[in-house]
């Protein structure tokens, strides 16, 4: 069974700090996707990574596929209050093309 | 420029009655997921459809769930006779229909069909 872990749970930062937050499994995916979900809607997608080692920036977000494509993180630079929300990371690897997500990290960005 | 349209938002059932969700994917895409989040968890996948076809059900329970994406309309996932487990929060995704390497298309997702059952 794959799974994909996601560190940490929960994270609570003042305005302006960064941040890293770590999806990492034992099994290879192959591609990645980062997701934001606010309270009583659904995920909307941040970026998909598939090749090992890449990098993808989007603003102050940066995101980076482990080289053997078992991890993945993602790295806010100056946290806005905007940020607030739950990050999750799904994996792909089936010809099916199942996502298998990570349990979330909830940001909380303090003013 | 409408994205994944799920409805309805909310449903409440009572023990056994059935519950039918409906999911209309984005405009361009003929394939299908449907995942179900339990309170304080992930999403969990249950199924991936094409029209008029299941390709992946290994995630749906084998009892009492099905699903369709008939030719016309909208994808539907029905729960028969309904328990208390049940509750969640159902939501559909959609991507395009290009797909060579089908772990590679974005999904986008709606806003899910909150399920309670009383």
């Known amino acids: 069974t794959q799974l994909l872990e996601q560190s940490p749970q929960f994270l609570s930062i003042q305005e302006g700090e960064n941040l890293t937050v770590y999806c990492n499994s034992s099994s290879v995916f192959s591609s990645l996707q980062w997701y934001r979900q606010e309270p009583g809607e659904g995920p909307v997608l941040l970026v998909t990574v598939v090749t090992g080692g890449e990098v993808k920036k989007l603003k102050r977000l940066t995101f980076q596929f482990g080289d053997a494509r078992k991890d993945s993180s993602l790295h806010i630079t100056a946290a806005q209050t905007g940020d607030t929300g739950l990050y999750l990371c799904?994996?792909?690897?089936?010809?099916?093309?199942?996502?298998?997500f990570g349990q979330g990290t909830t940001l909380q960005v303090k003013p | 420029n409408a994205g994944v349209m799920q409805n309805p938002r909310h449903l409440v059932r009572r023990r056994g009655q059935e519950a039918r969700l409906r999911c209309s994917p984005m405009k361009g895409h003929s394939h299908v997921y449907w995942y179900r989040q339990l309170p304080e968890e992930g999403l969990k996948f249950m199924v991936y459809l094409q029209k008029e076809n299941i390709i992946d059900e290994s995630g749906m329970p084998k009892e009492r769930f099905s699903a369709e994406f008939p030719k016309e309309g909208p994808s539907i996932l029905r729960i028969q006779q309904v328990v208390r487990g049940d509750s969640a929060a159902y939501f559909c995704a959609s991507s395009p229909a290009e797909t060579v390497l089908p772990y590679r298309q974005p999904q986008h997702f709606g806003d899910g069909t909150r399920l309670s059952i009383l």
């Open positions: 799904a994996g792909g690897s089936s010809n099916t093309g199942k996502l298998i």
